[in-house]
């Protein structure tokens, strides 16, 4: 059963006060089951930063149900250039995300759910959760094929994957979350998690690649909506609670005080691309020139998202040390990215005005340069 988190009955959530909560009147004698209304990746995922930080889960797990648009979504310790197609991402308006936990790299959208469960730390158990949810698909769907793996996945048939897990643990409080493939676009997620650049060296945690598989594809009726709803019965028989999914609006600061700080930190260019472990790029490419192709070089150096050492070689013949050596000056110090290259290339043209041709080449170059960002 869906009950809208009103100002009436939703604040019985117990909060360790260490914000000004407006709504926490009274206590959770149990647990809880949340479902957000939002399809925001950032606001989703600052509630989980906002339940970990401020709630006391000491005898009072919760479930928190939520589902994104098109998202790639890395984690904490992970290179988005070596994960993902940010290109494509760009092109196609989905967005990045990194989360505050460990593991590999997921796509969301509207047909993946996305399950966080809640505990103390003593309570923390992925595997008991994730038999939680096995038995849910068992019930609606008796005959599945469904186990859990030693790596805390979901597989079905024995070899598709359904479901990823990931998690934080803190002093007190944990949490494990996990997707569950319903109903997702397969080939746009094999695009996407798919990494066009070539030449990078990172020490950054690696995805591991699997074959995956939606639930619809073994029965249709195993739709987001139901798989949602034999979750939280499930999780209510569990623990003993009952069973009515609380709606809740993660944008919501009398709820939840603080929170749009939070999901502000989580969308910014510093948290998503700064926190990339540092590494390099060294690679090379080829341009036409008078009907034979030049082979230029590139070396950088990545540190916290800014170009910390950059070295492009080119011919001399088809551009000038001295314009190599400006360009690679330029860059340093600036974000690894198509956007601040543009900017770069608008200045350097003005250093340079009514030269046409260096102005072609150099063009090209920062194409070329743009392509591995």
Request: with cysteine; aromatic share 8%; proline share 4%.
């Amino acid at each position: 059963m869906l009950i809208p988190f009103s100002m009436k009955n939703c604040f019985q959530l117990l909060c360790n006060l260490k914000v000004p909560a407006a709504g926490f009147k009274n206590t959770v004698k149990s647990g809880l089951i949340l479902q957000s209304i939002s399809n925001n990746v950032y606001h989703n995922l600052a509630v989980e930063d906002w339940i970990h930080d401020h709630m006391n889960l000491e005898g009072k797990p919760v479930l928190f149900l939520w589902r994104n648009s098109p998202t790639v979504v890395i984690g904490r310790h992970q290179n988005p250039w070596q994960e993902c197609n940010l290109n494509l991402m760009r092109e196609e308006g989905v967005k990045l995300a990194r989360r505050r936990s460990g593991g590999g790299t997921v796509y969301h959208d509207m047909g993946n759910i996305n399950l966080t469960f809640f505990t103390t730390k003593k309570k923390y158990d992925r595997m008991e959760n994730l038999k939680l949810v096995v038995r849910a698909l068992k019930a609606v769907h008796p005959h599945l094929d469904v186990q859990a793996t030693e790596r805390f996945d979901l597989l079905v048939d024995g070899q598709f994957k359904i479901s990823g897990t990931a998690s934080k643990i803190g002093r007190n409080a944990a949490y494990h979350h996990c997707t569950l493939l319903c109903g997702t676009d397969r080939t746009f997620l094999s695009s996407l998690l798919k990494s066009p650049y070539q030449g990078i060296r990172s020490n950054a945690t690696a995805s591991t690649p699997a074959l995956v598989k939606n639930l619809m594809e073994k029965d249709p009726t195993l739709t987001c909506e139901v798989v949602i709803n034999a979750v939280a019965t499930e999780y209510a028989t569990s623990h003993q609670i009952d069973n009515h999914i609380h709606l809740i609006n993660p944008t919501d600061e009398t709820v939840f005080p603080g929170i749009n700080s939070k999901a502000i930190e989580l969308q910014t260019w510093e948290w998503i691309y700064g926190k990339t472990p540092k590494f390099s790029v060294d690679t090379s490419f080829t341009v036409l020139h008078e009907q034979s192709h030049v082979e230029i070089k590139v070396f950088i150096d990545v540190k916290n998202g800014r170009i910390e050492v950059c070295n492009i070689e080119a011919p001399d013949h088809w551009l000038p040390l001295e314009i190599c050596d400006q360009l690679n000056s330029s860059l340093i110090g600036s974000k690894f990215s198509p956007i601040e290259t543009t900017v770069l290339t608008s200045i350097l043209h003005r250093t340079h005005p009514g030269d046409d041709e260096l102005h072609s080449k150099w063009n090209i170059l920062c194409e070329k340069i743009k392509g591995i960002m």
